[in-house]
């Protein structure tokens, strides 16, 4: 796990805190405020809009508020993120946005160093577009996904560079 380096030292990126509404009532500190962590990793303090699975990519909306990846959310979210921590329905906390040694769920065979995209399982990745998955770009993996995984998804090291979003 990362740790911050700027100047928000000190900040714990594996704890979350309870929250009540989805409006960001009751953070600790504004959402959308951004650290700058080991492994040259950034992260984002964001507001769960649904209860996130740890390693799932997650869409961010403009107010921070965060759901597990899916074609759905992927086409009306602003950013891509990785819950390296679950998080339950309203939960605050932070979410990886770039950087290397970042878990992610992936769908159960996925090649190294090929683009991924959203799927219709919720917050994992795939190499393969299906239906309407959206093209996650900045975002590889460093190691194949094995086919013998469990319960068709894997957990495994991506990396990411500026990741975006981009329809087809």
Partial sequence: MAFITNGLIGTNLTRTTAGTTTDGENA???????????????????????????????????????????????????????????????????VATRGSNISVKTRASCAADVLLYSTASSGRLDDTVGGSGIAVTGVVLVVAASTSASAGSTVREVLATFPTLVEP
């Fill in 28 to 94: 600790e500190i504004q959402l959308g405020t951004t650290a700058l962590g080991t492994d040259g990793t950034e992260w984002v303090y964001v507001q769960a809009g649904a209860a996130i699975s740890q390693y799932h990519a997650v869409g961010i909306d403009e107010n921070f508020q965060a759901a597990p990846l899916t074609n759905t959310v992927a086409a009306t979210s602003h950013k891509v993120g990785f819950a390296q921590v679950a998080f339950s329905d309203n939960d605050f906390g932070w």
